[in-house]
């Protein structure tokens, strides 16, 4: 009887059921992540050997092609642009005529297999210990992302061997048995990768001296090997070229992510650009070294892994993307010790590893030092900078927990539709709302500019078709009044001017001081006002898809003037359709509108002042009256994207219930509060 709940059943037997159908979930939820891996792994192979010969594998052409290596009896160096160490030469001639007999079938399922021993090596060395969850999910999470890399898609487009190395070190670490065996693996990567070299170190600081000696004998007897096999081609990559030093492509190609790249890039050069690049390549090795051997006693020897191969990526005189996967790896270190500060790390690093670097960095020239080396940049981060926690931290496993605001009861029943979508009380990390913002709005650009209608001309076309319709509409209501206000602004200078600047200025500055001022300010409902926001850009995004529009000043016949643009030539075919920052035809809804309203919407409710409540409203209205007067919009633009941030509201509400302050004030409005006791 004790062990019965209220309904009767027994308790254990419930929890039991409970636990059942946790792990039923859990292998559903394994189940669903391996058929994504599938689905990756075959739309690699597709893309891949989709492409016409001479477009795919183009670095397998180093071996394979007419002048590749296979095919020469000369100098590995002197008649293609082979860029790896004598040995590699050596020893992986039968592997690329393999691939050659197989037309790169062989090659490209050879390196998924890699990448899938890759993915389950470093699930497998995850710091212990893990939960179920973890173990079951660990190896197609890992594989996945290994999938989306850019240094794994570049390997399989290219036909790069880059894969190895790594994973050679990783079974060396984690998998051989005994230490002479983990040294030979390690030895045989440094030999295809001499800077790998900084792992002897670190097994010789972590007590394991025989793996280190055995790394250093085997690196040493692979070089004496392939320079008795190949005596020209050694002094050449190892006298001539200082340990390749200059093979290939431009030491300051954007592709270089090494600290000697950068430095180039920055327009260093000659005596003091060696200089400077020995000293600081020497401190960051001794550093990421210390913080690496910190991390192995620690018992996070994948970290320690991960940082000692982001040191060589700094310390290399040429880091290509291709060999940059050691960043990727140091997505398991845990830094933060707030909740919400635990995935500013892992975001920061898968972005960085599966975007291109214009995506995570505007095209600003002022911004050029951090787009070109941003790679870079996080493998210095990994090795030097970043405050991983110790397994010994009470935040390692326990961050502080996020503050929650209470229940409150909506308005209609079944709200929140999205339960665990609770208001957070709390300031977010504000470097992850950045990188989020970034991606978002790069997304939305993308998308912007994707939504052509088709063809330029077929764009064109349609966009005009829609713009008539528009016009035709508008007559109807009796609300065209774009020709009329256009051309009656025109004619007074100040209001001219005062609508272009108005037009200009306030599109980004507006939403984004709001922004600003709540995450400072008010942090529970800064996060309400940007769900909405969001919502509502993604809503006019599909608007832009489905809807391309032609505005009042690109429509020929119609006369309006555009004010801000100037005089347009429309004997261009392509005017309109497409300019470097965005796509001229999606203008409904309008988001100038849109984003104005939302500003407007987020003060009235959030203001304490009346005055400033008003004048919160009046923005939108000075937005709706510049849009049209300057022949950008069309009045039912401003209605759609009033449309659309109505439905942003909506259904932020209808996801995750009433604003948190809604949900606090309501918790206190029905906490009884306790009368004091007289004595």
Known sequence: MTNADRSGRP?????ATAVGGTHARLRIACLGLWLIVAALAAR??????????GERLTDL???VGPNGVLHVTGSLYDSTRFTGTPFGGLVLKPLTRAAEQALGWGWTFGTLLLVVALGLVAA??????????????????????????LPVRNTLWLGQTSIIPVLLVLLGCFVAHGQRTSGLLIGVAAALQPTLLLFTPLLWFTGRRRAALS???TFAACSVLAWAAMPHDSHTYWVHHMAGVGLGGRADDLGNQSLHGALLRLGLNGPLEVALFLALGAAAAVLALRRAVRCFDDGQLLLAVAITGCAAIVVSPTAWQHQLLWVLLAVVGRAGRRACDRYVWPVAVILVMTLPARTMVPDMPSLDPLRTNLVLLAALAAATAVPFLSRTSPHYQSPTPTEYAPTAPARFRRIPLVPFLRRVLTRPNLLLELLLLRVTYAAYSQVRLAATGGSISAGRAEAEENGRQILGLERALHIDIEHWANHTVVKIDWLRNFSDFYYESFHFVAPLTVLAVLYWRRPAAYRWARSALGLATLLALVGFWLYPLAPPRLMPTLGFIDTVHGVQDFSQPDYGTLTAL?????????LHFGWSLWCGVVIAVLARRWWIKALGMLHPLFTATAIVVTANHWVLDAA?????????????????????????????EHTPTRKPVHS
């Open 11 to 15: 308790t254990e037997a419930f929890g």
């Open 44 to 53: 690699q192979v597709a893309v891949v050997l989709g492409s016409p010969r």
């Open 61 to 63: 052409e180093t071996w």
């Open 124 to 149: 497998r060395a995850l710091p212990q210990p893990i939960g179920r969850r973890t173990a079951l999910l660990a190896a197609p999470v890992a594989i996945g992302l290994l999938m989306l890399s």
């Open 215 to 217: 790394t250093g004998v």
């Open 582 to 590: 965005t796509n001229q035809y999606a203008a409904m809804p309008s």
């Open 640 to 668: 759609g994207g009033a449309v659309v941030v109505g439905a942003g509201f909506a259904l932020t509400y209808l996801l995750s219930g009433p604003r948190a302050a809604t949900a606090a004030a309501a918790e206190r």
